[in-house]
Every structure is written in C-alpha cells, then in structure tokens.
C-alpha cells in the first residue's frame, strides 16, 4: 500500500465517525428546495383561480414541475446533511442519503492528498457549490467518484483501489488519512464481499429524479381534483343537453362520470408507485420510465378534467 510522503500514523486518536467538511451547499439545498415548493404552491393557487383553459392548465404543469423539483432538491440537501464516513471491523462506509459505498480495508492499494487528483472538474451527479457526489474525470487518475462538500486540493482524500478511485473531502483530512493508515497496518478483521455489496455504488441522480417524478404525479393528480371540485357546481350548464330534447338526468350522469377521472388517476399512481417499489433494488431505470409514464397519465387526466369543465 502506498500513502503520501510525510503521513504519520501515530498522532490521530481512534474515530469510527468522520463528518464531511462543512459548507454553503447545505443552505443552498434547504434554501433552493423552499423557493420550488413555495412557488409550486403559488402556482397551485393561482391555477385554481384560472378559468379552465390552457393558461390554467400551463400553470398546473408549471406548479407540478416546480414541486416535483423541490421535493428532488430536498431530498439532495438531505443527503448533504447525512454525508459521512464511518470505520467498521475491516471496511470504510460512506454514507449519504442516495446510496453509499463500502471500501474493504484489504482492497486499498494507495492513499493520498489531494495533490495526487489535482483540481477536480464538473461532477456528474448531485452537483452544486458546496456539495459533490458523483462521478468526475481527474487528469491524472481518470474517473474518480467523489464523496465531497469541497473540491479544494488541500481539503480532499484520495483512496485507491484495484477497481475504483475515491475521492473524499473529511472534515480533518490529514488525521482522516492517518487514521485509514493506522487501521490498515494493525490489520483488522477484513469484511466479506457480501458486506461490500450491502452498500454499493450510489444511485447517483436516479432516485432524486424518482421522488422529483413521483411528487409530480402527486401534484397533478391533485390539479385534477382541485380543477373538478371548485368547477363541479357549473358542469351541468357547461355540458347539458336539455336544449337538444334530452332530459336532465342525462346531464346529471355526464357530470358525475367526470368524477371516476381523479379515481382513475389514483389509480394508475398506485399501480406505478407498487411496480416501481417492486423494480428499485433491480432496476433503477424501470423504475423512472415507470414514474415518468405515470406522471404523463396523469397530465393526460388533468388536460381531459379541464377540457370537461371548461
């Protein structure tokens, strides 16, 4: 195993627990997610005082896209606060809300500074100032993923392995690396593959994009509804067909088929939300195609809601 010239293995206390450093980018996570849901609910609350029509309707789609957004952002910015690295009996977990990773402490063939990736770029994943969590090309060591609040040289972590390169950004990073080192020469209990599997490679963007999807079905399931009960009472007049000869129990049936729209929303949205909890720890991307699916039934629903009360 390499490490960096000038590393001591004796001067660090024993820690299991290591936070990532500090920064913006949990402020700029809680703060961007209340902007999207407090402009989702004022779209919301704007588009039920619309007319029935396409200008309500752009409004309910706008209002779904800004919440389903904030609900994705925030559960981002919750991962920023559940960043960690944790020491168990052979192995380094990392932790955060999207997934997490396991290093086996045998597997570790090198440990570094910063120096050793040099400036990283543009993280592909969670990525905005202050919080880092994807993958990211390093001119010297190619792809790299990266676990980190800061991409400063002196605030970050390099751990080599065979098979991935990972890049960490501990709150104390030279006592960080100090303590890996120390670990690995007293030669701990070394945990099995299947530990290493228990946590493995993050879902990235995907299950962000699931609850950002999964929020924006809710939302305009609730479009629906809402577009039905504050029109309902005007429907009869709006499709009545006693100026034809027909009586007014026929109007009186139309109107209130228009009910089973919302029913039939919910229900496709159960439906996708089951068979998408059935497909997320084997397929990531059916799960998204699904949810995506269902949010454009349900946007269907809420254009054939408006079209019938308009």
């Known amino acids: 195993?390499?490490?960096?010239?000038?590393?001591?293995?004796?001067?660090?206390?024993?820690?299991?627990?290591?936070?990532?450093?500090?920064?913006?980018?949990?402020?700029?996570?809680?703060?961007?997610?209340?902007?999207?849901?407090?402009?989702?609910?004022?779209?919301?609350?704007?588009?039920?005082?619309q007319p029935p029509g396409p200008a309500a309707l752009c409004v309910f789609l706008l209002a779904a896209?800004?919440?389903?957004?904030?609900?994705?952002?925030?559960?981002?910015?919750l991962s920023y606060f559940r960043l960690g690295y944790e020491f168990r009996p052979g192995r380094l977990l990392i932790h955060w809300a999207g997934g997490g990773e396991t290093v086996l402490l045998a597997d570790i063939d090198g440990i570094y500074g910063g120096q050793r990736v040099g400036p990283l770029g543009k993280v592909r994943g969670v990525n905005w100032p202050g919080y880092y969590v994807g993958s990211v090309r390093s001119r010297t060591l190619g792809a790299v993923r990266a676990y980190c609040t800061d991409k400063r040289v002196d605030a970050l972590s390099v751990i080599v392995t065979s098979a991935r390169t990972i890049v960490l950004s501990p709150d104390d990073p030279s006592g960080f690396r100090r303590e890996l080192i120390r670990r690995i020469e007293q030669k701990t209990e070394a945990g099995t593959a299947a530990e290493a599997e228990n946590l493995a490679a993050p879902a990235g963007s995907s299950g962000i994009l699931v609850i950002g999807l999964a929020t924006g079905s809710l939302v305009l399931l609730a479009s629906c509804m809402l577009s039905l009960w504050s029109n309902y009472p005007g429907v009869l007049e709006s499709i009545s067909l006693t100026g034809l000869g027909a009586d007014t129990t026929s109007a009186r049936s139309l109107r209130s088929d228009l009910a089973w729209l919302p029913i039939l929303g919910a229900a496709i949205l159960g439906l996708n939300l089951l068979f998408s909890a059935l497909c997320a720890r084997r397929e990531r991307a059916a799960t998204v195609v699904l949810l995506a699916s269902g949010a454009l039934a349900e946007a269907v629903l809420l254009v054939a809601t408006l079209r019938a009360v308009g």
């Open 1 to 49: 195993m390499k490490t960096q010239v000038g590393e001591s293995t004796s001067s660090a206390p024993p820690s299991n627990v290591w936070r990532a450093k500090r920064s913006y980018g949990g402020l700029i996570g809680v703060s961007t997610t209340a902007g999207l849901l407090v402009l989702g609910v004022a779209c919301i609350l704007a588009a039920v005082r």
């Open 65 to 77: 896209f800004t919440v389903g957004g904030g609900a994705g952002f925030g559960a981002a910015a």
